[in-house]
């Protein structure tokens, strides 16, 4: 059979053009898994992100169906991270090399927590800083032995109301570990046992400085501050402790109401107490307090009943539960008239 120059000079064409074709085609490398959450559960809407190792910028997105389960094609030859985020949950990866002869399949599980940088998003300036903070917690913890033997020593002599010599127990403890704040907490209550407010202040403050979102350190420089006279600052302390740990709010806007009542201001001191009870019904004292803040107009008077009856109820302090009884027959009675 003869085939015609013309011909064959076609189906080489087509030969040529089918076998260029063909590496196009193979180029389609795919990444694909699937995101779940610590109890196997598949996590919809996770967001995944496929970026390249040598780049910045060169970065792939998609998303979590359903199923939980995502899938990314056409990607360059390369090495990659593939990172899944989750509202609510920390942030995970893997590495991938993704080929043409077959899937890569990077499955993810995500566990609660919050959002932050994986460790090849950061710069070198913040790795350095995780680095010297691994360092100084091995550090702490060679030591850690001889600092706690230090500090329960500081803390009997505390008990036996040796406060002086537990003041210099602490400070020898926290010679070898000045970052242990409640090494710091019990040396400032020791300071506080003595009349030493200033000192005890200091020391808060400075534990404070070391662990800013600590409510307890706020709570106990509020106490100091109050003892002190400083009722502004004694109130922003509760405040900030109060926002920084809901949980025990009660308490500090208790705080916050005895201070007020010691400085007179026995309205403002009724809004502090009425908050204590919001945040803890069975807070007693509140109660009584609140009684005995609402007591002294007519106009409140049958709230400060109110507030006294529920403290009879549920208050431990038999004296008090006792004057709570006198003061309500005393309203009962200044009512009638």
């Known amino acids: 059979m003869h085939i015609s120059s013309c011909r064959l000079a076609f189906y080489t064409g087509c030969l040529i053009a089918l076998m260029l074709a063909l590496p196009a085609m193979a180029q389609n490398r795919i990444v694909k898994g699937k995101v779940t959450d610590d109890k196997g559960q598949p996590i919809v809407g996770a967001s995944i992100v496929i970026q390249a190792v040598d780049s910045k910028v060169r970065s792939y997105n998609t998303k979590t169906d359903k199923k939980g389960t995502y899938i990314y094609m056409g990607l360059p030859a390369g ?40 460790p090849f998003e950061m710069s070198q300036q913040e790795l350095d800083q995780i680095k010297k903070e691994a360092e100084k917690a091995e550090k702490r913890k060679a030591i850690s032995a001889e600092v706690q033997a230090i500090f329960d020593s500081g803390l009997q002599l505390a008990q036996q109301g040796k406060d002086q010599e537990a003041i210099e127990e602490f400070k020898k403890a926290l010679e ?3 970052e242990q704040t409640n090494i710091m907490g019990n040396m400032a209550e020791s300071y506080s046992k003595l009349g030493k407010d200033a000192e005890a202040l200091d020391i808060y403050q400075k534990a404070i400085a070391i662990r800013p979102n600590d409510a307890a350190l706020y709570t106990n420089m509020g106490v100091i501050l109050s003892k002190m006279g400083k009722n502004a600052e004694s ?23 005895a201070t007020l009542v010691n400085n007179g201001r026995t309205a403002e001191a009724a809004d502090a107490f009425k908050q204590a009870i919001a945040a803890d019904a069975n807070f007693a004292e509140a109660y009584y307090q609140l009684g005995m803040c609402l007591s002294g107009k007519p106009d409140t008077m049958p709230d400060a009943i109110k507030a006294l009856q529920k403290y009879i109820q ?11 009884k006198q003061i309500i027959a005393a309203l009962q009675q200044s009512m009638k008239k």
Request: charged residues 20%.
């Open 79 to 118: 090495d990659y991270y593939v990172v899944a985020r989750a509202q609510g949950f920390s942030p995970n990866y893997a590495a991938a090399k993704p080929s043409i002869q077959q899937d890569s399949i990077i499955d993810l599980v995500l566990t609660p927590g919050a959002d932050g940088k994986l």
């Open 176 to 178: 070898k570990d000045p």
């Open 235 to 257: 109130q922003e302390a509760f405040k900030k402790a109060a926002a920084l740990n809901p949980a025990a709010s009660a308490q500090n806007f208790y705080n916050i109401g």
């Open 314 to 324: 549920i208050g431990q302090k038999p004296d008090q539960v006792e004057v709570a």
